[in-house]
T-cell receptor, first 113, second 114 residues
Framework: NAGVTQTPKFQVLKTGQSMTLQCAQD?????MYWYRQDPGMGLRLIYYSASEGTTDKGEVPNGYNVSRLNKREFSLRLESAAPSQTSVYFC????????????FGPGTRLLVL | QQQVKQSPQSLIVQKGGISIINCAYENTAFDYFPWYQQFPGKGPALLIA?????SEKKEGRFTISFNKSAKQFSLHIMDSQPGDSATYFCAASKGGGSQGNLIFGKGTKLSVKP
C-alpha cells in the first residue's frame, strides 16, 4: 500500500516548455487534489476531482490543466511554463479517517527558469 | 479573501516547553477543523482534528482548543521535542462533497531547540 505517489520528484523547465505531473493513489479514494505550496502562502488548491470523470477549478487554476485518467490517477499539466509556476506541487486524495482526511503525496519540486 | 488566518508565521520553543499556534476563521459554516504537520521534504499529514461540538480534543501531547463564539482554534504541543520541529497548517472545511475541500492557513514553522 504505497498511498499517494507522485512523479517526478524534481524537474527543471525552461520558460515556455510543457510538462505533466503524475499522481496515483491506491486507496480507492474518490476525490483527488492538486495543490501548490509557496513560502509564506500555505497550500493553495489548483484543481480537484470529486470523482472519476469530473474536475473543477480551485483557487489558482490559471496556467494549468488536469486530467482524471481513472479512479487512481490524476495528472496536472503545465502547457507553457512560466517562472511564476516555480513551486512545490502536492497531490492529495481524500478518504475517511474520522472525516475529510486528505492524504498527501511526497511532492514535486518544479523550477522554471 | 483569506478565510483561515494563522499565527505566528514562525515559532521557536525550548525543549520541554509549550508550543501554541493560533488560527481564526471567518465562515461560520465551517464544521471541521484539522491540523496538518509537514516535515521538510515531505507532504503534509493529518495530526489531529476537531468538530465545533466540542471545545477541546487531546491526542497525546497535542491538544486542539476550540472557541466557537470567537471563531478561533489553536494547537497546543505540550513538552515540545526537537522531533516536533516542522511546519504546521490549520485548515477548515464545511459539509461534504466539493464543499468538503479544505481551506488552509499559511502555516507556522516550529523549531524546538534542544
Amino acid at each position: 500500500n504505497a498511498g499517494v505517489t507522485q512523479t517526478p520528484k524534481f524537474q527543471v523547465l525552461k520558460t515556455g516548455q510543457s510538462m505533466t505531473l503524475q499522481c496515483a493513489q491506491d486507496m480507492n479514494h474518490n476525490s483527488m487534489y492538486w495543490y501548490r505550496q509557496d513560502p509564506g502562502m500555505g497550500l493553495r488548491l489548483i484543481y480537484y476531482s470529486a470523482s472519476e470523470g469530473t474536475t473543477d477549478k480551485g483557487e489558482v487554476p490559471n496556467g494549468y490543466n488536469v486530467s482524471r485518467l481513472n479512479k487512481r490517477e490524476f495528472s496536472l499539466r503545465l502547457e507553457s511554463a512560466a517562472p511564476s509556476q516555480t513551486s512545490v506541487y502536492f497531490c492529495a486524495s481524500r478518504g475517511f479517517r474520522g472525516r475529510e482526511t486528505q492524504y498527501f503525496g511526497p511532492g514535486t519540486r518544479l523550477l522554471v527558469l | 479573501q483569506q478565510q483561515v488566518k494563522q499565527s505566528p508565521q514562525s515559532l521557536i520553543v525550548q525543549k520541554g516547553g509549550i508550543s501554541i499556534i493560533n488560527c481564526a476563521y471567518e465562515n461560520t459554516a465551517f464544521d471541521y477543523f484539522p491540523w496538518y504537520q509537514q516535515f521538510p521534504g515531505k507532504g503534509p499529514a493529518l495530526l489531529i482534528a476537531i468538530r465545533p461540538d466540542v471545545s477541546e480534543k487531546k491526542e497525546g501531547r497535542f491538544t486542539i482548543s476550540f472557541n466557537k463564539s470567537a471563531k478561533q482554534f489553536s494547537l497546543h504541543i505540550m513538552d515540545s521535542q526537537p522531533g516536533d520541529s516542522a511546519t504546521y497548517f490549520c485548515a477548515a472545511s464545511k459539509g461534504g462533497g466539493s464543499q468538503g475541500n479544505l481551506i488552509f492557513g499559511k502555516g507556522t514553522k516550529l523549531s524546538v531547540k534542544p
